[in-house]
């Protein structure tokens, strides 16, 4: 099994630091018709839509708004039709960017996502110029307190998973993303508590980052990125040492 990856660690924490901004909740509402637009309506059957339903309600969206979510993504509801677009390029230093999106206007959200990429001093790119470097992974968080590591790698192991990590707080296991249901319904019902499982996109090279003032440069980056409200994610090939994330604290 792999280490834990440095840029997951990063993708955590921005994580956490997205329910402080204003766009939290419009992105909450998104992932929910993102879910249903993939998968269905129907949470009992979409494990992706039951995370994102989940992560609303916490988010203390209301249920008029998720229900309207969930009919918009699976097209039952008359309205704003979204669209899937990503934005590939570069940012400083040269690292590579995949930016995914979900908008109703890509004559608008296409211009702005070019000017973001110019205002971290990078250049957006050609379809595929950066997406080969990156894998499409599924992958299920699992709280790691009073959790037996063996024990729930083998049921990992069971059902289809095919990596997993962890450190103190969680345990990040690896699936294609067409098991990512299955995987992480079979280790819900073995009793274990889920953080998330959502599918993402892995690096396959990365770059070093060597300073903290080189650090702050890239997170800037991501912040600036993930700010905008057409934005669900955003995924770039750098990796910062665990002693330099934390000193950004």
């Not at 280490?3 to 993708?11: C, D, E, R, T, Y």
């Not at 879910?35 to 992560?55: I, Y």
Request: glycine content about 10%; some cysteine; overall charge negative.
């Amino acid at each position: 099994m792999s280490g834990h990856s440095k840029w997951a660690n990063i993708k955590h924490r921005k994580a956490a630091q997205d329910a402080k901004k204003g766009v939290a909740y419009q992105r909450l509402t998104k992932n929910i018709i993102a879910a249903a637009k993939s998968g269905g309506g129907d949470p009992n059957a979409n494990f992706q839509l039951k995370v994102a339903v989940d992560r609303a309600r916490e988010g203390n969206v209301p249920m008029d708004n998720i229900e309207r979510a969930i009919k918009r993504g699976s097209g039952n509801l008359e309205g704003v039709a979204y669209e899937d677009v990503t934005y590939e390029g570069y940012g400083p230093g040269g690292v590579a960017v995949m930016v995914e999106t979900m908008t109703d206007n890509r004559n608008r959200t296409a211009p702005e996502m070019r000017s973001l990429f110019s205002k971290i001093g990078g250049a957006i790119g050609e379809l595929g110029c950066v997406a080969w470097n990156f894998d499409r992974r599924g992958v299920v968080t699992v709280v790691a307190k009073g959790v037996d590591e063996d024990a729930l790698l083998g049921v990992a192991i069971e059902a289809g998973a095919d990596d997993m990590s962890g450190d103190d707080d969680e345990f990040e296991i690896i699936c294609d993303p067409s098991a990512l249901s299955s995987v992480a319904s079979s280790i819900k019902d073995a009793g274990y508590v889920l953080n998330g499982a959502e599918i993402t996109l892995e690096p396959k090279t990365t770059v070093a980052v060597r300073t903290k003032e080189e650090a702050s440069k890239l997170m800037t980056m991501i912040d600036r990125f993930e700010e905008h409200e057409d934005v669900q994610n955003v995924y770039s090939n750098f990796e910062i040492p665990d002693e330099i994330l934390a000193s950004l604290d």
